[in-house]
């Protein structure tokens, strides 16, 4: 490898780690943070009738990983096509 493909290697790698880095923190926050650890304080509030925090280690959690997958998706294939190593 080249310094400057070494260099761009190095970048795309930092950025990849530092998407998953917030995605997984955002993934922490929601299934173990809201459905355990501030279930407490969320099940003041009601979602359809359900306490919160109980809504969030039910059902909430799934939705937003599902939504977590697609950005996951999404902001890769911008990483990729800004580092110009997408799949075509």
């Not at 359809?48 to 990983?65: C, R, T």
């Given at each position: 490898?080249?310094?400057?493909?070494?260099?761009?290697?190095?970048?795309?790698?930092?950025?990849?780690?530092?998407?998953?880095?917030?995605?997984?923190?955002?993934?922490?926050?929601?299934?173990?943070?809201?459905?355990?650890?501030?279930?407490?304080?969320l099940?003041?509030?009601?979602?359809?009738?359900?306490?919160?925090?109980?809504?969030?280690?039910?059902?909430?959690?799934?939705?937003v990983?599902?939504?977590?997958?697609?950005?996951?998706?999404h902001?890769?294939?911008?990483?990729?096509?800004?580092?110009?190593?997408?799949?075509?």
């Amino acid at each position: 490898m080249t310094t400057e493909s070494e260099k761009n290697a190095k970048a795309y790698w930092s950025a990849t780690l530092g998407l998953l880095t917030k995605i997984l923190i955002i993934w922490f926050l929601v299934s173990y943070g809201a459905g355990i650890l501030f279930a407490d304080m969320l099940n003041g509030i009601k979602l359809g009738g359900y306490p919160l925090g109980f809504w969030f280690a039910q059902q909430g959690s799934i939705y937003v990983f599902i939504a977590l997958i697609f950005y996951y998706a999404h902001a890769m294939g911008k990483l990729d096509r800004k580092f110009g190593v997408q799949e075509d």
